[in-house]
RNA sequence: GGGCGGUUAGCUCAGCGGUAGAGCACUACGUUGACAUCGUAGGGGUCACUGGUUCGAUCCCAGUACCGCCCA
């Protein structure tokens, strides 16, 4: 016997461990049987369990469950990633924690590096066993990791990188450049684009003088939008406003825009940068590009290449010398010669007199003696203090800035100039776009390959160095001159290198790592075995689909194609399912910072992870956001309930599970319309599922589960189960516990475990289960139940049993009165009809007496459809106003639709040009509902006579 | 500034050319031997606005307003 519920907390660990113990996760490994493959987005090792993680693999379980169940060869390959600086940064903090003298500098690179092995091999990774607790059937013994294996030096995941890196470079589509990145002066690396965070923050905007050169003035003019003067002056300076004054020291250039007239006379003119010591102040040219707002601030704006995105592009546009102002930490400089000296060079270079390499260039210490070794803002304070001395300040506004933070550190990213290694992604990107537009790989839904492509298209070289110890180390190793040699290991570049320089020379390998993402970009088919060619990259790449979160397009999908297309000549997956974004209950992204997250797991200890599984695919609608809500959940946990009971109902009933059914076995209406109506649940599931509609295949399950199997199906088998019909039970047994197994298996890859443990405790001694439900075939019906006339008869039962309950309701009948209904002018048909389901009618109904006549009882209350007419036998317990109200409303509505479809028929353009089956629904409509429409208005003719 | 999306019942959201739907909330009634984590019934909507296409528009097109998100 069943329990009175079903209680997760104890349930789900148990079956899980069974499912594992045995082997359901692993792939059949069917070569005959069409594969499947997904491979995991992978967490990043540090990570915990959250929403989004939540919601992106139950949408993947609930596949890789339907797809195993319809046969295929699944694997679903789970993983995670070595995430460097995240990884870098619990250890460091672990170690700060733990009080002693040992920090990562103090361990040297090689310790420390086998400190965070340790962690990982200890702690990391525990969202592995949080995706456990929500069902999650990956192939957990084939879980990879970005970093691979630490005690196996030819590890293949290391392998993978090296050759992706050597191969790349050898192809002239990696190379070593100094451009300008984010760097991160917390972490002291460069970060990705797309690890940076810009945020809006009070700031200020100074606007200073810089002097012209020599004294001169000239004539600045303002205008109105009519071209009339609104201000005119000499002036013996050009404003500029700037958010970000320390870094005056490192202009190169004022630049307005080419079409400003108000600076046209003094373009090509020197200005002198008004900070640092006077006798050694630089001047720079004023130059034209298409990038200073001439609306924006004074429509001059200064340059300093090395440490602004959009200055670098002017300062690379015109030649402009960028010079970096700060070290690692975002300090400014202390190394280099004096500021004298660095001055008198810049002035030849911008003079002209000499060329510099951007080498010397970046050697070049403009920083003033008295900034060298300030803080950014500090420095940005003296640097305002000293020139508001000199009398220069016109003003300081106070306006909304925007400012780029490290997503990781919290710091503000300092733009800056260093050498890096980059993947020339706007190649690579090409094919990549390419195999969407084809449609080779699709989005779903489709408009996200909008947002790939416009990525795609405006792509950056790709900056896949970081200056952190964790991760793969980058296979370059450098002569004493500076010269590189790529090589797969060190062996190998020596030898390079002593072929090179014509004798064995000392090497020192790059000290850098590459980014994680180089890494998972190659996770569908490094984690198959690549470089191998091995029997399961042939089986299981390209994946069947990546599912991820939009926010992700540009990480993963992106990356992934790129990689994926250059090295496997194939696309990585055939289709991207992009899905929601898990939102609190007022539509705000869930943040630790704000507050507002749920955790996961709390939700599935309180609910069960069938709730919270459940919950997710019936708010997975496309193209829409989820916003998430306890309330939510709980219904959906009752959802479970539900079944649950049914089930036992079932049980308590004796129906019998664990057996085939044939449709010709079937004689009841009830029971083959029931198997008609699984048979069009099942395949409007299975047809969802196949398009990625998880909320259309859940809200499938769930009305017919609730709304036909509970509250029709069991309803109507009561009266059978307590008669004396002993065929009848025994048909309604077979075919109720039949019902409730497939349903099962359909509602399986939602909620995998309340439906496996119902499988699993309603089977029956004489026909013990002999697999887990996990592993049963899917449904797979066709029309085979199809039932037209099962269905029609019951389809009136339903609708006659309705409307009584409704007239008895609004009538304000007595719940428990018994009360006598007959039906009067229906066909034979529905009067066999009503033969056959008498006792069930009167039941649900709660009719004392259901007979078939032909003549109308006097004092009874008339519930008309079309011929036939349905009298309750009431009209004595009613309150007759009750009624009339009643026949009034119903017949209100009915003259209103006829009168509305009369219209449409009488316009001939309708007539003419509507599909006639839509013209003929609609008189069908007007015939049906004026027959109706005259019963009641007798009916009322009749009541009036009587009061 | 560029791009994407949204606006349907009190709330959260489906639907997307042919009589407006669900869940929750609300109201009334109800313990009937599966389930009160429940049952029965009911109320509630000019489908943001303005034009257009069409026999017919919540649905398609154009524009307007407001609200999000992403990128600069």
Same mark, same amino acid.
Request: with cysteine.
């Given at each position: 016997m069943l329990d009175q519920r079903f209680d997760p907390q104890s349930a789900e660990g148990r079956i899980y461990e069974r499912w594992e113990e045995a082997g359901c996760f692993r792939p059949s490994g069917d070569t005959s049987a069409q594969a499947y493959s997904i491979v995991i987005p992978p967490p990043n090792v540090t990570g915990v369990l959250h929403m989004g993680h939540a919601l992106n693999n139950t949408l993947q379980d609930i596949l890789v469950r339907f797809?195993?169940? $319809?046969? #295929?060869?699944?694997?679903?390959?789970?993983?995670?990633?070595?995430?460097? !600086?995240?990884?870098?940064? @619990?250890?460091? /903090?672990?170690?700060?924690?733990?009080?002693?003298?040992?920090?990562?500098?103090?361990?040297?690179?090689?310790?420390?590096?086998?400190?965070?092995?340790?962690?990982?091999?200890?702690?990391?990774?525990?969202?592995?066993?949080?995706?456990?607790?929500?069902?999650?059937?990956?192939?957990?013994?084939?879980?990879?990791?970005?970093?691979?294996?630490?005690?196996?030096?030819?590890?293949?995941?290391?392998?993978?990188?090296?050759?992706?890196?050597?191969?790349?470079?050898?192809?002239?589509?990696?190379? $070593?450049? #100094?451009?300008?990145?984010?760097?991160?002066?917390?972490?002291?690396?460069? !970060?990705?684009?797309?690890? @940076?965070?810009? /945020?809006?923050?009070?700031?200020?905007?100074?606007?200073?003088?810089?002097?012209?050169?020599?004294?001169?003035?000239?004539?600045?003019?303002?205008?109105?939008?009519?071209?009339?003067v609104t201000l005119e002056e000499e002036r013996d300076y050009i404003s500029i406003a700037t958010t970000r004054p320390e870094t005056m020291l490192g202009d190169g250039a004022v630049a307005v825009h080419p079409d400003d007239e108000r600076y046209a006379p003094i373009v090509g003119k020197l200005c002198e940068i008004p900070v640092g010591p006077k006798e050694h102040r630089r001047l720079i040219p004023i130059i034209t590009d298409d990038y200073p707002d001439p609306d924006f601030g004074s429509g001059a704006v200064k340059i300093t290449g090395a440490h602004d995105e959009n200055d670098y592009g002017v300062a690379q546009r015109n030649k402009i010398p960028m010079y970096r102002l700060m070290d690692d930490r975002a300090q400014m400089r202390t190394d280099g010669g004096s500021y004298e000296a660095a001055a008198s060079k810049a002035k030849a270079i911008a003079a002209g007199e000499v060329t510099a390499s951007a080498a010397e260039v970046d050697a070049l210490n403009l920083v003033p003696e008295a900034y060298r070794g300030l803080d950014r803002y500090e420095a940005r304070k003296q640097v305002v203090a000293d020139i508001d001395a000199d009398g220069l300040m016109i003003e300081i506004e106070e306006k909304l800035i925007t400012q780029p933070f490290g997503d990781r550190s919290g710091v503000v990213i300092e733009p800056m100039l260093t050498d890096q290694w980059f993947v020339k992604a706007e190649e690579l990107a090409k094919p990549a776009v390419e195999a969407v537009r084809s449609g080779e790989t699709k989005f779903v839904p489709e408009n996200w390959a909008k947002t790939y492509y416009n990525w795609m298209d405006n792509i950056q070289p790709w900056c896949i160095s970081r200056q952190l110890w964790w991760g793969h180390r980058i296979p370059a190793w450098f002569g004493p001159d500076g010269t590189i040699f790529v090589a797969h290991d060190e062996t190998a570049a020596q030898a390079k290198a002593d072929g090179h320089y014509g004798k064995p020379t000392e090497l020192v390998q790059d000290e850098d790592v590459l980014d994680t993402w180089f890494s998972s970009a190659l996770w569908p088919f490094s984690t198959q075995g690549w470089p191998e060619e091995t029997e399961a990259l042939k089986q299981y790449y390209p994946t069947s689909v990546l599912i991820t979160a939009h926010d992700i397009i540009f990480f993963w999908v992106a990356r992934m194609m790129m990689m994926g297309i250059h090295f496997m000549d194939e696309v990585p997956f055939h289709d991207v399912y992009i899905h929601a974004l898990v939102l609190d209950e007022k539509g705000q992204k869930m943040s630790k910072s704000k507050g507002n997250a749920m955790d996961p797991l709390e939700l599935v200890d309180e609910y069960g992870a069938d709730a919270l599984r459940f919950t997710f695919a019936r708010l997975a609608a496309q193209g829409r956001n989820i916003r998430l809500s306890k309330g939510a959940v709980e219904g959906y946990r009752n959802f479970t309930t539900k079944l649950w009971n049914a089930a036992r109902f079932a049980e308590m009933n004796g129906c019998e599970f664990g057996h085939a059914l044939t449709p010709g076995e079937l004689k009841l209406p009830l029971n083959r319309w029931i198997a008609a109506e699984l048979g069009k649940a099942a395949g409007a599931i299975t047809e969802a599922l196949e398009a990625y509609k998880f909320n259309e295949a859940a809200d499938a399950l769930y009305q017919f589960i609730w709304n036909v199997l509970c509250d029709w199906y069991i309803e109507l088998i009561k009266p059978v189960m307590n008669g004396e019909d002993e065929t009848a039970k025994a048909e309604t047994r077979k075919t109720c516990g039949w019902v409730i197994d497939q349903t099962l298996k359909l509602l399986h890859p939602f909620t995998p475990f309340v439906t496996e443990a119902l499988w699993e405790q309603t089977e029956d001694e004489s026909r013990a289960r002999e697999d887990f439900l996990m592993v049963q075939d899917w449904p797979a019906f066709g029309d085979a139940w199809a039932n037209a006339e099962a269905e029609a008869e019951m389809a009136w039962v339903l609708d006659t049993v309705s409307e009584i309950r409704s007239t008895r309701s609004v009538l304000n009948v007595p719940a428990g009165a018994q009360i006598s209904a007959s039906l009067i002018g229906a066909s034979d048909k529905v009067k066999a009809w009503a033969k056959e389901n008498e006792t069930p009618i009167k039941q649900l109904a709660r009719l004392g007496s259901f007979t078939v006549t032909e003549d109308k009882p006097a004092r009874a209350v008339t519930i008309a459809s079309g011929d036939e007419t349905v009298a309750l036998e009431i009209l004595d317990v009613i309150d007759p106003a009750a009624e009339i109200a009643r026949l009034d409303k119903e017949m209100g509505k009915l003259q209103k639709d006829i009168t509305g479809t009369e219209k449409k028929l009488a316009n001939e353009n309708f007539v003419a040009k509507a599909p006639p089956e839509i013209v003929e629904e609609n008189r069908e409509r007007v015939t049906e509902w004026t027959a109706t429409l005259a019963k009641l208005s007798s009916a009322r003719e009749q009541l009036a006579s009587f009061s």
């Amino acid at each position: 016997m069943l329990d009175q519920r079903f209680d997760p907390q104890s349930a789900e660990g148990r079956i899980y461990e069974r499912w594992e113990e045995a082997g359901c996760f692993r792939p059949s490994g069917d070569t005959s049987a069409q594969a499947y493959s997904i491979v995991i987005p992978p967490p990043n090792v540090t990570g915990v369990l959250h929403m989004g993680h939540a919601l992106n693999n139950t949408l993947q379980d609930i596949l890789v469950r339907f797809e195993r169940m $319809r046969g #295929k060869n699944v694997r679903w390959q789970p993983g995670t990633d070595h995430a460097g !600086i995240a990884t870098q940064m @619990v250890v460091e /903090r672990q170690l700060a924690e733990a009080g002693g003298n040992e920090s990562r500098t103090s361990l040297g690179r090689e310790k420390f590096i086998d400190r965070v092995w340790e962690w990982k091999e200890q702690s990391g990774g525990q969202i592995i066993n949080q995706l456990k607790r929500l069902g999650a059937s990956c192939d957990w013994e084939n879980e990879r990791f970005t970093m691979g294996d630490r005690h196996n030096p030819d590890d293949q995941m290391q392998e993978a990188v090296r050759k992706v890196f050597v191969d790349l470079y050898n192809e002239g589509l990696i190379y $070593r450049d #100094k451009r300008l990145v984010n760097w991160d002066p917390h972490f002291q690396t460069a !970060i990705s684009d797309l690890e @940076v965070e810009n /945020r809006d923050v009070k700031g200020h905007m100074w606007h200073f003088k810089y002097p012209l050169a020599g004294g001169e003035t000239y004539t600045y003019v303002e205008k109105d939008e009519d071209g009339n003067v609104t201000l005119e002056e000499e002036r013996d300076y050009i404003s500029i406003a700037t958010t970000r004054p320390e870094t005056m020291l490192g202009d190169g250039a004022v630049a307005v825009h080419p079409d400003d007239e108000r600076y046209a006379p003094i373009v090509g003119k020197l200005c002198e940068i008004p900070v640092g010591p006077k006798e050694h102040r630089r001047l720079i040219p004023i130059i034209t590009d298409d990038y200073p707002d001439p609306d924006f601030g004074s429509g001059a704006v200064k340059i300093t290449g090395a440490h602004d995105e959009n200055d670098y592009g002017v300062a690379q546009r015109n030649k402009i010398p960028m010079y970096r102002l700060m070290d690692d930490r975002a300090q400014m400089r202390t190394d280099g010669g004096s500021y004298e000296a660095a001055a008198s060079k810049a002035k030849a270079i911008a003079a002209g007199e000499v060329t510099a390499s951007a080498a010397e260039v970046d050697a070049l210490n403009l920083v003033p003696e008295a900034y060298r070794g300030l803080d950014r803002y500090e420095a940005r304070k003296q640097v305002v203090a000293d020139i508001d001395a000199d009398g220069l300040m016109i003003e300081i506004e106070e306006k909304l800035i925007t400012q780029p933070f490290g997503d990781r550190s919290g710091v503000v990213i300092e733009p800056m100039l260093t050498d890096q290694w980059f993947v020339k992604a706007e190649e690579l990107a090409k094919p990549a776009v390419e195999a969407v537009r084809s449609g080779e790989t699709k989005f779903v839904p489709e408009n996200w390959a909008k947002t790939y492509y416009n990525w795609m298209d405006n792509i950056q070289p790709w900056c896949i160095s970081r200056q952190l110890w964790w991760g793969h180390r980058i296979p370059a190793w450098f002569g004493p001159d500076g010269t590189i040699f790529v090589a797969h290991d060190e062996t190998a570049a020596q030898a390079k290198a002593d072929g090179h320089y014509g004798k064995p020379t000392e090497l020192v390998q790059d000290e850098d790592v590459l980014d994680t993402w180089f890494s998972s970009a190659l996770w569908p088919f490094s984690t198959q075995g690549w470089p191998e060619e091995t029997e399961a990259l042939k089986q299981y790449y390209p994946t069947s689909v990546l599912i991820t979160a939009h926010d992700i397009i540009f990480f993963w999908v992106a990356r992934m194609m790129m990689m994926g297309i250059h090295f496997m000549d194939e696309v990585p997956f055939h289709d991207v399912y992009i899905h929601a974004l898990v939102l609190d209950e007022k539509g705000q992204k869930m943040s630790k910072s704000k507050g507002n997250a749920m955790d996961p797991l709390e939700l599935v200890d309180e609910y069960g992870a069938d709730a919270l599984r459940f919950t997710f695919a019936r708010l997975a609608a496309q193209g829409r956001n989820i916003r998430l809500s306890k309330g939510a959940v709980e219904g959906y946990r009752n959802f479970t309930t539900k079944l649950w009971n049914a089930a036992r109902f079932a049980e308590m009933n004796g129906c019998e599970f664990g057996h085939a059914l044939t449709p010709g076995e079937l004689k009841l209406p009830l029971n083959r319309w029931i198997a008609a109506e699984l048979g069009k649940a099942a395949g409007a599931i299975t047809e969802a599922l196949e398009a990625y509609k998880f909320n259309e295949a859940a809200d499938a399950l769930y009305q017919f589960i609730w709304n036909v199997l509970c509250d029709w199906y069991i309803e109507l088998i009561k009266p059978v189960m307590n008669g004396e019909d002993e065929t009848a039970k025994a048909e309604t047994r077979k075919t109720c516990g039949w019902v409730i197994d497939q349903t099962l298996k359909l509602l399986h890859p939602f909620t995998p475990f309340v439906t496996e443990a119902l499988w699993e405790q309603t089977e029956d001694e004489s026909r013990a289960r002999e697999d887990f439900l996990m592993v049963q075939d899917w449904p797979a019906f066709g029309d085979a139940w199809a039932n037209a006339e099962a269905e029609a008869e019951m389809a009136w039962v339903l609708d006659t049993v309705s409307e009584i309950r409704s007239t008895r309701s609004v009538l304000n009948v007595p719940a428990g009165a018994q009360i006598s209904a007959s039906l009067i002018g229906a066909s034979d048909k529905v009067k066999a009809w009503a033969k056959e389901n008498e006792t069930p009618i009167k039941q649900l109904a709660r009719l004392g007496s259901f007979t078939v006549t032909e003549d109308k009882p006097a004092r009874a209350v008339t519930i008309a459809s079309g011929d036939e007419t349905v009298a309750l036998e009431i009209l004595d317990v009613i309150d007759p106003a009750a009624e009339i109200a009643r026949l009034d409303k119903e017949m209100g509505k009915l003259q209103k639709d006829i009168t509305g479809t009369e219209k449409k028929l009488a316009n001939e353009n309708f007539v003419a040009k509507a599909p006639p089956e839509i013209v003929e629904e609609n008189r069908e409509r007007v015939t049906e509902w004026t027959a109706t429409l005259a019963k009641l208005s007798s009916a009322r003719e009749q009541l009036a006579s009587f009061s």
